[in-house]
């Protein structure tokens, strides 16, 4: 069975400090999908950035990066220079590679991340 | 048109009442989803629809159905519901499998519905 794990229930960080959100997985699966998605209190999920287990390359979206470290299984999120709207609660997702199109996510419990002026 | 929509925002039923939740997406988006999301939890998976095809339940009871009527909707029957049941209900679609290996497949959520069961 598929399990992600997120060990920092919240954490403050200082305006225009960079951050980063833990998230280890443990899965028996050679090809999987890790997501990261951003939830605001208005409640929306947003897409926040992806990592294929067969990446070679650490993905980077905009301010977002993913250390992804597959012998450790870990998948962390790095946002530089953090803003005021960075506030919100982070989920860490990993998806099964191997049922292509009906694809269940495996969330993580969230980090819930405070930007401090 | 990258959005997700769900009607409506927010719900209160009784327990005796029947009611529908709406999603609806124009991406061309071929799988769409239903999560179920408690207080200060992460969203559960109830219902994937793949080509307008029920392809999982997530053993979820039956006074929630749902239905997809075409490729662009998706519905979310309610009937008998507890208490226990108010929740954030959200909607989701991706692009869905196209053929090839594993890709990114990224799903889209709408804005949610908050359901109060009383």
């Known amino acids: 069975a598929q399990k992600i794990t997120q060990t920092q229930p919240g954490m403050f960080v200082q305006e225009k400090e960079a951050v980063t959100l833990d998230c280890t997985y443990d899965?028996?699966?050679?090809?999987?999908?890790l997501f990261w998605y951003k939830q605001p209190s208005s409640g929306e999920m947003i897409f926040l950035i992806y990592?294929?287990?067969?990446?070679?390359q650490n993905a980077t979206e905009g301010r977002y990066s993913l250390n992804f470290q597959k012998a450790r299984k870990s998948a962390n999120l790095v946002i530089s220079a953090s803003q005021l709207g960075d506030s919100a609660m982070y989920f860490c997702?990993?998806?099964?590679?191997?049922?292509?199109?009906?694809?269940?996510?495996?969330f993580g419990t969230g980090t819930r991340l405070t930007i401090i002026p | 048109d990258t959005e997700v929509t769900q009607t409506p925002k927010h719900l209160v039923m009784g327990m005796t009442n029947k009611k529908s939740l709406k999603c609806e997406q124009h991406?061309?988006?071929?799988?769409m989803y239903w999560y179920k999301q408690k207080a200060k939890k992460p969203p559960e998976l109830m219902f994937v629809?793949?080509?307008?095809?029920?392809?999982i339940n997530e053993s979820v009871p039956s006074r929630f159905s749902p239905e997809c009527p075409n490729s662009s909707l998706l519905n979310l029957h309610l009937h008998a519901l507890q208490p226990e049941d108010s929740a954030l209900y959200l909607c989701?679609?991706?692009?869905?499998?196209?053929?090839?290996?594993?890709?990114?497949?990224?799903?889209?959520f709408g804005p949610g519905t908050r359901l109060t069961v009383l």
């Open positions: 990592q294929g287990s067969y990446d070679e």
């Open positions: 997702a990993m998806r099964d590679g191997s049922n292509f199109g009906n694809e269940k996510l495996t």
């Open positions: 989701a679609s991706s692009a869905g499998w196209l053929g090839g290996g594993p890709r990114r497949n990224e799903q889209f």
């Open positions: 991406m061309g988006h071929r799988a």
């Open positions: 899965t028996s699966d050679q090809s999987y999908g």
């Open positions: 629809y793949s080509y307008e095809k029920l392809s």
